[in-house]
C-alpha cells in the first residue's frame, strides 16, 4: 500500500532515536502512528494466551519481554516487565511523565503534553537510551531466583536482555529455550526446542492438563 511503501524509504534505526525526534518530531511521530495502525490490525497469537495461562498456573510467574507491541497485554497477562516500553503508550518528551489522555489538537503532530505544553512522544526506549534501572534489576533479580527460565522466540543478542539466560545459568536455574532455530542459547539452554512459540507452547500447556479452549478461544 502507499503508507508502506512510503515509510520503506526510512531506516528505523535513523528514525527511533531522541535525535531523529529533535530534529523532526512530526516526522517521527507519524512513522510510530502508522505502525500503531500496522499493530492495531494484528492479534495475539495461541503463544501469548498459552502464557496467559501459564501465568495463573505458575505462583511468581513473570513475563519480560523485548516487544512493544502490546500483545502480551491485550492477550492478558498482568505479571509482566516490558523492557522496551509499549508503543501504544505515550509520554512527556521532556519530563517523560506517562500521559494517558491530551487536548485534541487538530493539526498539531506530535500532540502537546497537557501537563507541560511539550511534545508527546511514544513509550518506547530508543536507540541510545537506557532502559529503566529498575525494571532492569527487578528482571535481573527475577531470572536468578527462578526455579526456572524460558527463552521463548528471541535471539539472545540484545543487551541487556540477552544476558538473562546467562545470569540464570551462573545461579542454577534451569534454562528451556523455545525458538525455530539454533541461538546462543542452545548450548547452554538444558533444553532448546526447534518449534515456533504459537505451535508448541498451547501444546505444552494442553500436558499441564490446561484445555485449549483458554487459548484465548483458538
Known amino acids: 500500500e502507499a503508507q508502506t511503501g512510503l515509510w520503506k524509504q526510512y ?3 535513523e528514525l527511533a532515536t531522541p535525535q531523529a525526534f529533535a530534529r523532526n518530531p512530526r516526522l517521527v511521530w507519524e512513522w510510530y502512528q502508522w505502525r500503531r495502525e500496522l499493530i492495531d490490525k494484528a492479534k495475539p497469537n495461541a503463544a501469548h494466551y498459552a502464557l ?34 509499549n508503543i501504544a503508550r505515550t509520554k512527556c518528551y521532556d519530563e517523560g511523565v506517562l500521559v494517558d489522555t ?24 530508543w536507540f541510545g537510551e537506557g532502559i529503566s534501572s529498575h525494571l532492569l534489576d527487578t528482571a535481573v533479580e527475577a531470572t536468578a531466583s527462578s526455579d526456572l527460565f524460558l527463552c521463548i522466540g528471541t535471539s539472545a543478542v540484545v543487551a541487556p536482555a540477552g544476558s538473562f539466560p546467562l545470569v540464570a545459568k551462573r545461579n542454577g536455574v534451569r534454562v528451556a529455550e523455545i525458538n525455530p532455530e539454533q541461538t546462543a ?34
Request: with cysteine.
Open 11 to 13: 531506516d528505523p534505526r
Open 52 to 85: 496467559v495461562d501459564l501465568e495463573q498456573y505458575i505462583p511468581n510467574f513473570l513475563l519480560v519481554t523485548q516487544n512493544i507491541d502490546g500483545f502480551h497485554w491485550a492477550a492478558g497477562s498482568r505479571d509482566m516487565i516490558e523492557l522496551h516500553g
Open 102 to 125: 491530551w487536548d485534541d489538537d487538530i493539526g498539531i503532530v506530535p500532540p502537546h503534553c497537557p501537563h507541560c505544553g511539550g511534545h508527546l512522544r511514544p513509550d518506547v526506549v
Open 185 to 218: 542459547v542452545s548450548m547452554m539452554a538444558d533444553w532448546s526446542l526447534r518449534a515456533k512459540a504459537a505451535e508448541i507452547l498451547p501444546a505444552l500447556m494442553g500436558r499441564l492438563g490446561l484445555s485449549s479452549s483458554q487459548f484465548g478461544g483458538l
